[in-house]
Every structure is written in C-alpha cells, then in structure tokens.
C-alpha cells in the first residue's frame, strides 16, 4: 500500500521547546488523522482534519491540513517530558483506505 | 468514549499452535475494524479490513488462511494466528471506526505475539 513520508525521522529537544513534524504524499487524501504511540501500546488519536487548508488545536497541538491535500502538519508547543512517543501521521483516501506515516520519534529532555 | 480493548494483551506460543486475539469497541459498534502488524521501531502495517457480517478483505501479500478474521458483532472482531512460526511473532493491533461518526479509527492496545 501507499506510505507516507514523515519528517523528521527523529526529533531530540529540551523541555519547553517547541516542535514541528510533517508528513507527505504523492497521493491527495480527504482525511489527515495525527497519532501518538507509546511503547508497548496502540496509537491514540490527536487531531483529525477533514477540510484542506483546516487548521486544528488540541491543547498545546495544532495540525493543518495542507492547501494540496499532500501534506500536513504538526505542531507541540511547549514541549514537556509526557510528549516522548511516536508520532504517526494517517492519510485517509475513501472510506476503508487508511495509509499510516513512518512516525517521528520524539524525545524531550528534561 | 471510543475506547477499543484487546484480549491478550500478551501470548507467547509454540511453534504449530494457533493462537487468536479479540478486538472489542467498548462504548460504540463498528461496521469496520482493522488489523495491523508493527515490527519494532516500524509503522503499522495494515493486514485486512474486518465487516462485520461477511468476509475480511486482506492487504496485498498477507495470506488469509493464516491470518483468519472473524467479525461476528458490531463489537467484536477476531484474529486467528494458524499454525504460528516465529516470524509470526509481533505486535498487533486493531482499531475500530465508529458506525456513528466520521472517519477516525481508534486503535486498542494492541497483542505482543511471541512464537517459540
């Protein structure tokens, strides 16, 4: 299936930074979904967007759907130490057709 | 709300046996569910899509007599590892969409499997 390109790879910061991570396609998606995983256990859903050019807060997060439909973004403001996980990023194309990012791998030093 | 559970959370088997894990959705029916399989340090990859009420349509590549899926409720989904192998051994995780809503697929914890 199709995968999406998420960068960076792998994120290292000091608490109380700020972050940025996206994700990119070849393909046009209707839905951008934004999880976190951490160790051990399923992805826990962040924000959804459903509308190109939508720009959606969640506490210290916030996520755009890109003008293109081939990308989004994410935001951590403010970084703390329970934001360690990894980030995947979910492209939906119809109904059933969920395709999931390579993850970002965030670690917030303390 | 939305919360999906999995049953077991952990299973280690021997090589041959068959092994089978449960995805409930708790506070919601879902129509659909899915299953995943994730490596180590990997993203997840997507196995089959499980309807209720008739047969799983599986990914490319992922054999469906192996992998068995059983969608019996608008709760309950059911994933059958047959004759297992330690390359079988992995982390699966299924999610579920909720019949009332839009798109968003909540996942369950997921089921470390180990095959010995």
């Known amino acids: 299936g199709q995968q999406l390109n998420q960068s960076p790879q792998s994120m290292f910061i000091q608490e109380g930074e700020d972050v940025s991570m996206n994700c990119t396609s070849s393909?046009?998606?209707?839905?951008w979904l934004w999880y976190k995983q951490d160790p051990g256990e399923g992805p826990v859903l962040l924000i959804a967007?459903?509308?190109?050019?939508e720009l959606t807060s969640n506490g210290r997060l916030t996520a755009q759907f890109g003008i293109t439909r081939k990308d989004s973004f994410l935001n951590i403001s403010a970084s703390i130490p329970s934001d360690v996980g990894i980030y995947f990023c979910?492209?939906?194309?119809?109904?059933?057709?969920?395709?999931f990012g390579t993850g970002t791998s965030l670690t917030v030093i303390p | 709300g939305a919360v999906v559970s999995q049953h077991p959370s952990w299973v280690i088997c021997k090589s041959g046996t068959s092994v089978k894990i449960e995805c409930r959705s708790l506070d919601f029916q879902a129509t659909t569910m899915f299953w995943y399989r994730q490596f180590p340090k990997q993203s997840l990859m997507l196995m089959a899509t499980s309807n209720e009420g008739s047969k799983a349509t599986y990914e490319q590549g992922v054999e469906k007599d192996k992998f068995l899926i059983n969608h019996a409720s608008l709760t309950l989904s059911t994933l059958t590892v047959t004759s297992a192998h330690p390359e079988d051994s992995s982390f699966y995780i299924c999610?579920?969409?909720?019949?009332?809503?839009?798109?968003?697929?909540?996942f369950g914890p997921g089921t470390r499997l180990t095959v010995t």
């Open positions: 967007l459903y509308k190109a050019g």
């Open positions: 979910a492209g939906q194309l119809t109904g059933n057709q969920f395709y």
């Open positions: 393909s046009i998606f209707n839905t």
């Open positions: 999610s579920a969409r909720d019949i009332s809503g839009p798109y968003e697929q909540y």
